[in-house]
């Protein structure tokens, strides 16, 4: 089971700690192991955007134009996004401390989604892109995995997806492995619900660099 993971960083003194939040304009990241990461900064910090219910085949049509473009990188493709007026720009700079230049976080936002790339930083420490889609109600599993199986074929953990006693588990979170441009991928699709912690239903589509840590 995977869990997730809150960082609080004092911006400019270079400590993180362990602390529910939820900010960074929205946007998640994958940690080494692949657990759901997010950052609070110390002073002010947006909103995520307004949920939205976007369909769950309009959710992977963005998420594979974002994050996994046929040419360029995924950078270059959100970067696109916004100019066609899909996206907006709001990254995000960590400030930087007596050993570390300044971090700048490349976020985007758009109806009810927050795409966060990176070559790897010190929460994230693979290259990655990130999709979060906020929504009103949660799309079924079912039809989460259908859309994503219609772009990335059947999960290579599709075995894990049930146990020994062939009950369904609670937390499985499907994977899909798929190279673009040479490089190999792991993709994957989790639904969160909303708590406490970490208020606001969301759908996480993430591919990240397999064996490529910062």
């Not at 360029?72 to 400030?95: C, I, M, Q, W, Y």
């Not at 990176?118 to 599993?141: I, K």
Request: hydrophobic share 45%; net charge positive.
């Amino acid at each position: 089971m995977r869990s997730v993971i809150s960082i609080i960083c004092a911006v400019g003194l270079g400590i993180a700690a362990a602390m529910p939040a939820l900010a960074q304009n929205g946007a998640m990241w994958l940690d080494d192991k692949g657990r759901t990461t997010t950052l609070q900064f110390g002073g002010p910090t947006a909103q995520p955007p307004v949920s939205v219910d976007t369909p769950t085949t309009d959710m992977v049509d963005l998420f594979d134009s974002a994050c996994l473009p046929k040419s360029g990188t995924a950078h270059d493709a959100a970067t696109a996004l916004a100019k066609a007026n899909r996206l907006e720009p709001k990254s995000f700079t960590v400030a930087g401390t007596k050993k570390d230049p300044p971090l700048e976080l490349a976020i985007w936002h758009g109806a009810g989604v927050v795409v966060a790339v990176t070559d790897g930083f010190f929460v994230a420490p693979q290259a990655q892109c990130n999709a979060v889609f906020y929504v009103n109600d949660l799309p079924e599993q079912a039809k989460l995995i259908a859309a994503m199986q219609d772009k990335y074929g059947a999960p290579v953990n599709a075995a894990e997806a049930v146990d020994k006693k062939g009950k369904a588990r609670k937390y499985f979170i499907p994977e899909w492995s798929t190279t673009v441009g040479g490089k190999a991928f792991l993709v994957s699709a989790t639904n969160m619900g909303s708590s406490t912690y970490m208020p606001g239903n969301r759908v996480h589509l993430a591919a990240r660099r397999n064996g490529n840590i910062k």
